[in-house]
């Protein structure tokens, strides 16, 4: 049976737990060239242009195994993006994927993402 939900009208935010909301959005607001703004309960909101909000709350369990979401950044240089990355903080994730064809990273908490190339993106 298929069904469609026509009350859902777009993609507003990605919520992502945390243990410092703060330093962790401040990480990808650097890195994805966009402004964090704090809230009244700790939480961070990242704007950055042409990417849905992005909404880090923070939690007290602290993360297990491989994420099972994460995002694929489009970068025009996966090595010139890779080497910012991890200037702002990310490590290479090698142990997931060995980079040949795009970048595994994680960001300070150890989330991964991946960068890109354009014949990718």
């Known amino acids: 049976m298929s069904e469609k939900a026509p009350a859902v009208t777009g993609f507003s935010s990605l919520a992502i737990d945390c243990a410092d909301a703060a330093r962790l959005g401040q990480f990808w607001a650097d890195l994805l060239g966009g ?3 704090l809230d009244a309960d700790s939480d961070a909101i990242v704007r950055a242009p042409g990417l ?3 909404d ?11 994420n ?3 995002l694929d950044l489009a ?6 993006a890779t080497e910012q990355a991890i200037a702002l903080g990310a490590t290479r994730a090698d142990d997931v994927y060995d980079g040949r064809r795009w970048q595994v990273l994680r ?11 354009p014949e990718l993106s």
């Not at 970068?75 to 010139?80: E, K, L, R, T």
């Not at 960001?107 to 190339?117: A, I, Q, T």
């Open 75 to 80: 970068a025009s240089d996966v090595a010139a």
């Open 52 to 54: 849905p909000r992005l």
């Open 35 to 37: 402004s964090i703004e």
């Open 107 to 117: 960001d300070p908490e150890g989330n991964e993402f991946c960068l890109l190339p």
């Open 56 to 66: 880090f709350l923070q939690v007290p369990e602290g993360k297990s195994g491989k």
């Open 68 to 70: 099972r979401l994460h």
